[in-house]
C-alpha cells in the first residue's frame, strides 16, 4: 500500500541530532565572535563548526518552514510546504550553501588578516597610535633641561590637554636620571646612558672613550611604565641594574658621568622594538647605587586609534606652547 500509493515514506525525526547541531553553531559563532578577524584558527574553527551545526539544524529548520507555509501567500506556500516533504534534501542542499558561503568567509577573512598583518608597523620609532611629548627638544639624545616645580606642573598641564585631545586616558610619565655631580651641559643635564666603550690613548695613557653616536638612552623603571609592559616588580631581581628587550648591550657600560663607566648586570624582558619606547631601563637599584636623580623627559600618550596628521599638527601647537616637543610615527611611514 506504500508503494501504490507514491508518497515518499515519513522520515524519520532528526531530534538526535539537534542537541549536537545546537551546540556546534554555538560554538562556532562563539569562535567567529573570538576571533575578532586576527585569528585565523578561531575564524576557520568557527566557520566549520557553524557549516556542521547548519547541516545537523537544517531539517528541524525546514520543517518548521512548512508549519508556518500555511499564512504565506500561494508560491511561497508551495516551495515551503515542498522543501519540507523532501526535507532530507533541503537539508543538504542549505548545508552545502552555507559551507560554500563560510569558505568563502573565511578565504576572505584570512586575507585580511592577513593584509593587517602585513600593513601593521613592526618597527620605527612609534607605532602609529602613540606620540611621545619630550621636554626637550628632541627624545634623549641631548641635555635634558631642567625645569622649576611650576615649569614642570605646566608641562604635565600641557600633555594632559594633548591627551585629550587624542581622547586618551592618560600620559604616562617618562622619565630618566642624571648625575647631580656631573657636569651640566649649556642645554641641561645629561642623561644617563649605556654606551659601547673602546679603549684609546689620552695625552700618552690608555683610556677609554665612548661611542656617543651607538649611546642607549635609559629610562627611569616606574612602577606605572613596569606595569605598561606587563612587567611585575617581583620578577625583577633585587641586584639588576638595566631591564631591556635588547641582546646586543653584553659590551655596554653604564655612563653616569662623562667618562666613568661600570659593567651593569642587565636583566632581559619583554618591551618594545621601537626606538623611542623604552627598549631600556634603569633600576631604582642602580639610582641609588649610583647616587642618580630621577628628571622628567616626557609623556607617552597612546590613543584609541592611529592618530591623524590634523591631530598631530594641533599636538604640535599645544606643545609649542608650554616649549615641549612631540614626537609621532612620520605620516605613510610602513
Known amino acids: 500500500m506504500a508503494a501504490l500509493s507514491a508518497r515518499p515514506a515519513t522520515p524519520r525525526p532528526a531530534h538526535r541530532f539537534a542537541a549536537a547541531g545546537a551546540v556546534l553553531l554555538a560554538g562556532g559563532l562563539g569562535a567567529l565572535v573570538a576571533a575578532g578577524q586576527t585569528r585565523p584558527p578561531y575564524i576557520i574553527g568557527g566557520v566549520v563548526g557553524t557549516a556542521v551545526g547548519l547541516l545537523l539544524l537544517a531539517p528541524l529548520v525546514i520543517a518548521g518552514a512548512g508549519r508556518i507555509a500555511r499564512f ?81 606642573g605646566t608641562a604635565e598641564a600641557q600633555a594632559d590637554a594633548i591627551a585629550a585631545e587624542l581622547h586618551a586616558t592618560s600620559a604616562l610619565p617618562l622619565q630618566a636620571t642624571v648625575n647631580p655631580a656631573a657636569p651640566q651641559e649649556s642645554g641641561g643635564r645629561q642623561v644617563v646612558q649605556m654606551a659601547q666603550p673602546h679603549a684609546t690613548t689620552v695625552g700618552g695613557r690608555p683610556g677609554t672613550v665612548y661611542r656617543s653616536a651607538e649611546a642607549v638612552p635609559l629610562f627611569l623603571a616606574t612602577p606605572e611604565l613596569l606595569q605598561r609592559y606587563g612587567i611585575d616588580p617581583a620578577t625583577v631581581a633585587a641586584d639588576t641594574d638595566i631591564i631591556t628587550s635588547r641582546t646586543d648591550l653584553g659590551g655596554y657600560d653604564l655612563i653616569p658621568g662623562r667618562n666613568a663607566g661600570r659593567h651593569p648586570k642587565i636583566q632581559h624582558a619583554d618591551l618594545p622594538v621601537y626606538t623611542s619606547l623604552p627598549t631600556a631601563m634603569i633600576t631604582q637599584h642602580a639610582v641609588g647605587t649610583l647616587h642618580l636623580s630621577p628628571v622628567a623627559a616626557g609623556w607617552l600618550i597612546r590613543a584609541p586609534k592611529v592618530i591623524t596628521p590634523k591631530q598631530i599638527e594641533r599636538a604640535e601647537t599645544l606643545a609649542r606652547a608650554a616649549g615641549l616637543s612631540v614626537e609621532s610615527r612620520p605620516t605613510g611611514a610602513a
Open 72 to 152: 504565506m501567500p500561494v508560491a511561497t506556500r508551495l516551495a515551503l510546504r515542498d522543501l519540507a516533504r523532501y526535507r532530507a534534501r533541503s537539508g543538504a542542499a542549505l548545508a552545502a550553501i552555507g559551507l560554500a558561503v563560510g569558505i568563502a568567509a573565511v578565504v576572505a577573512l584570512g586575507a585580511g588578516v592577513s593584509v593587517a598583518k602585513a600593513a601593521a608597523p613592526t618597527g620605527g620609532n612609534l607605532p602609529a597610535d602613540q606620540i611621545v611629548v619630550w621636554v626637550a627638544a628632541e627624545a634623549l639624545q641631548g641635555p635634558v633641561p631642567a625645569l622649576t616645580a611650576a615649569q614642570a
